[in-house]
C-alpha cells in the first residue's frame, strides 16, 4: 500500500467533533501527498470561523504522526464548497440512519477519560473536582466510576443512595452544584463501601457497558470517566463503546508515574483514543515561611507533556484540602477561588480542550438538520 493510501486510511479514523463521523467520509480531506518522510494533507471545514477547527488540526496532526514512515505535516485548511457542504449533509444522513448510537449520551457530548497506568496519583481527586468546578458553570457533568474494583467517587461526590431503573434505563444519581449538576454511576451506588467484588475481566467488562450502554445518559454536557490504574480490560471496553472519547492523562513529577503514564497514552493512540492533554498532580508543596518542597521531584508533567506533544493543563500542588474533601464528600474546588488551579484546569477544559457543545457553530445547525431529517423520514416509514 502507498504511503498516501494508508495515511488515507488512517485519517479514515479522525472523527468530526460534532457529527461523530469520519472525516474521510464525510469527504472533508481533499489531496495528500507523501515525500521524503513529509506529509501534505489538505482539510476542508464546513465554514471559515469554524470554532473547531483547533481541535480538527490537532486529531490530523496527531494521525498523521503516528505512522513510522513520516516526521513531519503540514496542513492545508480550506473550507467546503456548496456542492462538497451538500454531499456532507448526504454523508452525515446517511450515517446517522445506518449508525445510530448505541447509547443516550448525546452524540455532542465531551467525553474525557482520566488515565494513568498507575494508582495513587489522583486520578479519581481530579475527576471528583473537575466535575464539580464544571458543574458550577450551569453545565450537567455526567460522571462514569469506571474503577469497579475500587470505586470511589460515591464518597468524594457525597452522593449516596439506591440506582433505580425507568424503562429498563439506569437512572444515575443527581446532585446539583450550583447552577449546574453531577450525575453519577459507581459500584458504590450498588454494593457495600467496604464490600470486595471477586470479579474476573469479563464480568468487569459487563459491567462497564451496561454502565454505559443500560444508564440514562440523556441531558449532559461532558462525561468523566474514572479509570482505573493499566490499559487492561476496562480501558479496552470503553475504547470499544466510546470511540469519541478523549484522554486527560494524570501523573505525578517522579520518573517511575511519568513512565507508566506514557504507556497509557500509547494505549490511547493505539486504540484511536485522543490524547487531550497531561495534568501533573502532587506538584510540590509550598509551606507557609514560602519556601517549596518538590518531595516528589519536579517536572515530570511537562516533560511528558513535550514527549507526547500536548499541553500540560495543570500543575496540581499537594494540597491536604483535597483529601479532607474527598473524605466528606465535599470536593475541595467548592471551597477554592475563581483563580484557584482547579478552576483554572476546568476553565482550560471548557474554552480549548474540549469545548461545549453550546459554545461550538460550524457543523450545529448542520447537525440539528440531520437529526431532524432522520426524524422525519422514521415516522414517515
Given at each position: 500500500?502507498q504511503n498516501?493510501?494508508?495515511?488515507?486510511?488512517?485519517?479514515?479514523?479522525v472523527?468530526?467533533?460534532?457529527?461523530?463521523?469520519?472525516?474521510?467520509?464525510?469527504?472533508?480531506?481533499?489531496?495528500?501527498?507523501v515525500?521524503?518522510?513529509r506529509?501534505?494533507?489538505?482539510?476542508?471545514?464546513?465554514?471559515?470561523?469554524?470554532p473547531?477547527r483547533?481541535q480538527?488540526?490537532?486529531?490530523?496532526?496527531?494521525?498523521?504522526?503516528?505512522?513510522?514512515?513520516?516526521?513531519?505535516?503540514?496542513?492545508v485548511?480550506?473550507?467546503l464548497?456548496?456542492?462538497?457542504?451538500?454531499?456532507?449533509?448526504r454523508?452525515?444522513?446517511?450515517?446517522?440512519?445506518?449508525?445510530?448510537?448505541s447509547?443516550?449520551?448525546?452524540?455532542?457530548?465531551p467525553?474525557?477519560?482520566?488515565?494513568s497506568?498507575?494508582?495513587g496519583?489522583?486520578k479519581?481527586?481530579?475527576?471528583?473536582?473537575?466535575?464539580?468546578?464544571i458543574?458550577?458553570?450551569?453545565?450537567?457533568?455526567?460522571?462514569?466510576?469506571?474503577?469497579?474494583?475500587?470505586f470511589?467517587?460515591?464518597?468524594?461526590?457525597?452522593?449516596?443512595?439506591?440506582v433505580?431503573?425507568?424503562?429498563?434505563?439506569m437512572?444515575p444519581?443527581?446532585?446539583?452544584?450550583?447552577?449546574?449538576?453531577?450525575?453519577?454511576?459507581?459500584?458504590?451506588?450498588?454494593?457495600?463501601?467496604?464490600?470486595?467484588?471477586?470479579w474476573?475481566?469479563?464480568?468487569?467488562?459487563?459491567?462497564?457497558?451496561?454502565?454505559?450502554?443500560?444508564a440514562?445518559?440523556?441531558?449532559?454536557?461532558y462525561?468523566?470517566?474514572?479509570?482505573?490504574?493499566?490499559?487492561?480490560?476496562?480501558?479496552?471496553?470503553?475504547?470499544?463503546?466510546?470511540?469519541?472519547?478523549?484522554?486527560l492523562?494524570v501523573t505525578?513529577?517522579?520518573?517511575?508515574?511519568q513512565?507508566v503514564?506514557?504507556?497509557?497514552?500509547?494505549?490511547?493512540?493505539?486504540?484511536?483514543?485522543?490524547?487531550?492533554g497531561?495534568?501533573?498532580?502532587m506538584?510540590?508543596?509550598?509551606?507557609?515561611?514560602?519556601?517549596?518542597?518538590?518531595?516528589?521531584?519536579?517536572?515530570?508533567?511537562?516533560?511528558?507533556?513535550?514527549?507526547l506533544?500536548?499541553?500540560?493543563?495543570?500543575?496540581?500542588?499537594?494540597?491536604?484540602?483535597?483529601?479532607?474533601?474527598?473524605?466528606?464528600?465535599?470536593p475541595?474546588?467548592?471551597?477554592?477561588?475563581?483563580?484557584?488551579?482547579?478552576?483554572?484546569?476546568?476553565?482550560?477544559?471548557?474554552?480549548?480542550?474540549?469545548p461545549?457543545?453550546?459554545?461550538?457553530?460550524c457543523?450545529?445547525?448542520?447537525?440539528?438538520?440531520?437529526?431532524?431529517?432522520?426524524?422525519?423520514?422514521?415516522?414517515?416509514?
Open positions: 500500500m498516501s493510501d494508508r495515511l488515507r486510511e488512517r485519517l479514515s479514523q472523527l468530526d467533533p460534532e457529527l461523530g463521523a469520519s472525516i474521510v467520509e464525510l469527504g472533508m480531506v481533499g489531496e495528500i501527498a515525500s521524503d518522510r506529509a501534505v494533507v489538505h482539510v476542508s471545514l464546513t465554514t471559515v470561523g469554524c473547531l483547533a480538527i488540526e490537532r486529531d490530523v496532526k496527531e494521525a498523521v504522526l503516528s505512522l513510522d514512515e513520516i516526521d513531519t505535516v503540514d496542513l485548511m480550506g473550507v464548497d456548496a456542492p462538497a457542504k451538500a454531499a456532507l449533509m454523508r452525515a444522513r446517511s450515517i446517522a440512519q445506518r449508525s445510530a448510537p447509547t443516550s449520551i448525546p452524540t455532542h457530548t467525553v474525557l477519560m482520566i488515565a497506568g498507575k494508582g496519583v489522583g479519581s481527586s481530579i475527576t471528583a473536582n473537575l466535575a464539580v468546578a458543574a458550577e458553570t450551569g453545565r450537567c457533568v455526567g460522571v462514569l466510576d469506571a474503577d469497579i474494583w475500587g470511589s467517587l460515591s464518597r468524594l461526590l457525597g452522593i449516596h443512595g439506591d433505580e431503573a425507568t424503562g429498563g434505563k437512572q444519581l443527581e446532585r446539583r452544584v450550583g447552577t449546574g449538576s453531577i450525575k453519577l454511576l459507581s459500584m458504590g451506588l450498588l454494593a457495600d463501601e467496604d464490600q470486595a467484588l471477586l474476573r475481566g469479563l464480568m468487569v467488562q459487563k459491567a462497564v457497558a451496561q454502565f454505559i450502554e443500560d440514562d445518559w440523556s441531558g449532559i454536557d462525561l468523566l470517566i474514572d479509570t482505573p490504574p493499566g490499559t487492561g480490560d476496562i480501558a479496552m471496553t470503553l475504547a470499544r463503546l466510546l470511540p469519541q472519547m478523549g484522554q492523562v505525578t513529577p517522579t520518573i517511575a508515574a513512565r503514564a506514557a504507556r497509557a497514552a500509547d494505549f490511547a493512540r493505539k486504540s484511536n483514543i485522543r490524547v487531550l497531561v495534568i501533573e498532580n506538584s510540590g508543596f509550598t509551606c507557609r515561611c514560602g519556601e517549596r518542597h518538590n518531595f516528589f521531584g519536579e517536572g515530570g508533567g511537562r516533560s511528558l507533556s513535550e514527549e506533544n500536548v499541553p500540560l493543563l495543570a500543575e496540581i500542588e499537594l494540597n491536604a484540602a483535597i483529601a479532607e474533601g474527598g473524605d466528606h464528600g465535599e475541595a474546588v467548592l471551597a477554592e477561588s475563581d483563580s484557584g488551579v482547579l478552576h483554572r484546569l476546568a476553565q482550560r477544559i471548557l474554552d480549548d480542550v474540549a461545549p457543545f453550546g459554545a461550538i457553530g457543523s450545529a445547525r448542520m447537525l440539528d438538520a440531520i437529526t431532524k431529517a432522520v426524524a422525519s423520514g422514521t415516522q414517515s416509514s
